[in-house]
Nanobody
Framework: QVQLVESGGGSVQAGGSLRLSCAASGVSPMGWFRQAPGKAREGVAIRISRAKTVLSASVKGRFTVSKDDANNILYLQMNSLKPEDSAMYYC??????????????????WGQGTQVTVSP
């Protein structure tokens, strides 16, 4: 059974840090997406392989994605957080390998999300 469970969200002030975790079973977690109210879900950080990760331009230099392969947990370290980073953050897995890795429709498995709120 495929299960993705995110944790680590919360409320922080601008400039602060948070680390999100995605504990997975039945599938290997691959990336992080986020969705703010009234906006489309967008790709944030994708771990394509152990040697290759891609980040969206809006988070490059501030966020990093990593994975504990032994425990099948995907992490998103978020530093220098900004109010515009506020969103529900989702873990994704099972990439169809067609289309961009930043395209939410290319992923078949999702977690329930964890809320991140950054105050000015």
């Amino acid at each position: 059974q495929v299960q993705l469970v995110e944790s680590g969200g919360g409320s922080v002030q601008a400039g602060g840090s948070l680390r999100l975790s995605c504990a997975a079973s039945g599938v290997s977690p691959m990336g992080w997406f986020r969705q703010a109210p009234g906006k489309a879900r967008e790709g944030v950080a994708i771990r394509i392989s152990r040697a290759k990760t891609v980040l969206s331009a809006s988070v490059k230099g501030r966020f990093t994605v990593s994975k504990d392969d032994a425990n099948n947990i995907l992490y998103l370290q978020m530093n220098s957080l900004k109010p515009e980073d506020s969103a529900m953050y989702y873990c994704a897995a099972d990439w169809s390998q067609s289309g961009s890795v930043f395209d939410p429709s290319a992923f078949r498995s999702w977690g329930q999300g964890t809320q991140v709120t950054v105050s000015p």
